[in-house]
């Protein structure tokens, strides 16, 4: 176990920021100084360039953000080489002293309201955290829920079991049991539950946790196949599937977790193949309208549960026809609030499509529900301790879908043993948080902090604002996105994808005649933020 004393953390901040010096090379900019940090990253190379983070019981590294006076700016940066949320402060400048890029923040062209950020309370992800000491699955959950760390809102939690189980298993497993009376909840939700309950005892603010839940597949006696892999729900037992999941919910609610919103199924179009290996199961969007309109909703409803109802729960390509086709449905249409989209295909699909969608039904939201990197088939090795292109891949995903109308982004298994399980179908992945139960740690890879950078510093209820001046000659290397915060503060994120550095001036039209001058390091993920002109 790593015991870190006081006078080693204050060694290790003094190494680090000697070591990272050299990336600063190139013209001054407007001489912005270090501020000590609370906690650093204590680093473990894993090989050059990959780098993890490592916690214990006791320690973990934490940055508390801070307030910066008229005409400053703070700064947050992470790099390849292996800064982690160095945190700076400078001041604006009268002149830009680069050219190179421009960006220009206009508070003026205000888009959609941000809801929030977070991960996936996955049975796989409850049994990892399971294997550390108490003290340690603490730091881990403060790690992400806490104001010491990402300060997540959003938790997704399984109805009954994923291919991130260790078994394929629903909550009534016996065949034909029109009464549901052997229905009871796994072992797993016992640990789900108990985490939960922490992540809001640890959270400033634990009225904003939004929690929604979705299914993977009814009971398989319940489905035209019989099969928890593949098939469609029978309409004799639309009924009593709302039942079911009517059940879940009021079992939840027993131990104090109420859910925020709910979709109707995960990732419907598996359902239709029939050698599909994990849990899934069909919906159309007509019969996915009548489900939820005619049956889920009013069955919630009698039960007192007054839920944010989702469509789709899909790729990107779902989009827009999908939710067009269930909100030709018009109760449907009246219910659901927004659609749910996954980010698996976001590299072959256009996020043009989210513009249309947006534009079609601009009153209703469109959420991000799961991402993670390690699942495809090229990949060897679902795991790969500190690798940076994957947090690379999730910030650049980030900007991308926020930049067309998505209204949060959530993260799959919020934290994964070294193989990228347990997964009863053998369908590893990776997670931005790592487990290693022999030596009571975990690691937080380069993907944590790539989220981090922005849900820590764009809170709830931000609202996406105009940023130009990345060409398209640019925008594969360097990748921008800037927020007005309810805080008054002006947020921008941004990514160097490059192997260099890049000088970069920023001017707020609100702010006439001042710029922020800034090196953007080469492979680096930057926050920045400063008080917006009232």
């Known amino acids: ?145 806490s104001d010491k760390g990402s300060e997540y809102v959003f938790c997704r939690i399984p109805i009954a079991g994923t291919d991130f189980s260790t078994r394929p298993y629903t909550y009534d497993d016996v065949p034909d049991d029109f009464t549901l009376s052997h229905f009871h909840l796994a072992k797993e939700d016992d640990y789900k539950m108990d985490y939960l309950n922490k992540m809001k ?77 994990f849990n899934s199961m069909f919906w159309s ?33 779902g989009t827009p026809w999908y939710p067009k086709k269930v909100f030709e449905n018009e109760k ?24 249309e969608l947006h534009d079609m039904y601009p009153d209703k939201f469109i959420l991000m529900t799961e991402a993670c990197t390690g699942s495809t088939l ?22 991308e879908s926020l930049s067309h109308w998505i209204t949060g982004w959530v993260d799959w298994n919020l934290a994964l043993n070294k193989s990228g399980g347990p997964n009863w179908a053998n369908n590893f992945v990776d997670a931005p948080i790592i487990v290693m139960p022999e030596n009571d740690e975990f690691y937080k890879q380069p993907m944590y902090y790539a989220l981090y950078h922005v849900s820590k510093f764009v809170s709830p209820n931000s609202t996406r604002i105009g940023c130009t001046g990345l060409g398209t000659d640019m925008s594969d290397l360097v990748q921008a996105i800037a927020f007005s915060t309810p805080e008054n503060n002006i947020v921008l994120v941004l990514l160097n994808k490059d192997e260099k550095s890049y000088d970069i001036a920023i001017q707020d039209k609100a702010i006439p005649g001042k710029h922020i001058n800034l090196q953007l390091p080469a492979k680096s993920f930057t926050t920045l933020k400063y008080k917006a002109k009232t």
């Open 1 to 145: 176990m790593l015991d870190i004393p006081k006078t080693l953390r204050e060694d290790f901040r003094r190494v680090e920021r000697v070591d990272d010096g050299s990336e600063s090379s190139g013209p001054p900019t407007s001489s912005p100084r270090l501020v000590a940090g609370d906690d650093d990253c204590v680093s473990r190379v894993i090989e050059p360039g990959a780098i993890v983070c490592v916690c214990n019981s006791t320690y973990c590294d934490s940055v508390q953000d801070v307030e910066v006076k008229e005409n400053q700016y703070v700064t947050y940066t992470s790099t390849k080489k292996g800064k982690r949320l160095q945190r700076s402060i400078g001041n604006f400048s009268s002149q830009p002293i680069s050219n190179e890029i421009i960006l220009t923040v206009d508070i003026t062209q205000r888009y959609q309201k941000i809801f929030g950020f977070g991960g996936a309370m996955t049975d796989a992800a409850a049994l990892n955290i399971r294997t550390l000491s108490n003290e340690t699955q603490q730091k881990l959950l403060e790690s992400y829920y």
């Open 201 to 277: 005892s640890v959270m400033s603010k634990p009225g904003n946790l939004k929690i929604f839940t979705t299914a993977w597949s009814a009971p398989p006696w319940m489905k035209n196949t019989d099969d928890i892999k593949w098939g469609a729900l029978k309409f004799e037992y639309y009924q009593r599937y709302a039942d079911y999941i009517c059940k879940f919910l009021d079992a939840y609610n027993e131990t104090g977790i109420k859910m925020w919103g709910i979709t109707t199924g995960n990732e419907p179009f598996n359902g239709i193949w029939p050698f599909f290996p």
């Open 285 to 317: 969007s007509k019969t996915g309208a009548i489900f939820s309109a005619n049956y889920l909703a009013p069955t919630l409803a009698k039960a007192g549960y007054n839920l944010v109802y989702m469509t789709l729960d899909d790729q990107r390509y």
């Open 332 to 355: 449907a249409k009246k219910l659901f609030s927004g659609t749910a989209v996954h980010w698996y295909a976001d590299t072959f699909i256009s996020p043009l499509r989210l513009d």
């Open 378 to 399: 090229f990949e060897e090795h679902k795991v790969i301790l500190g690798c940076w292109l994957r947090g690379e891949q999730y910030l650049s995903d980030i900007i």
